[in-house]
């Protein structure tokens, strides 16, 4: 199983952004699948996550409000959804997920990046005016 994001593009402070999250050839209904990001110069951090059950987690304080990530009818894809963007959420946005999560579902407490074996390539969000 592979992933790939797309939907990264230029916005303007405030505006919103969706970002998309898919496994060709596969659904994602069996696996926990989370959003993170990456800075240059920083470590990427897990931003959000929705599990198998479609739980959801948020990691990140500074998105609580203006994020939100669900599946589609036929769980083929996984969308993250910001509002009320701001210059700060400029990043490098990645989808991972991992096999642990077909036997042993659940947004993890802390998102480590090393437990994450499966990653799509990054799509680029930059908010600016």
Not at 82 to 87: E, L, Q
Not at 108 to 127: K, M
């Amino acid at each position: 199983l592979q992933v790939t994001e797309s939907g990264g593009d230029f916005v303007q402070p405030g505006g919103s952004l969706r970002l998309s999250c898919a496994a060709p050839g596969f659904t994602l209904d069996r696996r926990d699948v989370l959003w993170f990001r990456e800075v240059p110069g920083k470590e990427r951090e897990g931003v959000i996550c929705l599990s198998v059950a479609d739980r959801v987690a948020v990691y990140l304080d500074s998105v609580k409000g203006r994020i939100s990530v669900s599946r589609d009818n036929a769980r083929t894809t996984v969308s993250l959804q910001m509002d009320g963007v701001r210059p700060e959420d400029t990043a490098m946005y990645y989808c991972a997920t991992n096999v642990r999560s077909s036997w042993n579902p659940g947004c993890p407490a802390i998102p480590y990046v090393a437990d994450f074996d499966t990653w799509g390539q990054g799509t680029q969000v930059t908010v600016s005016s």
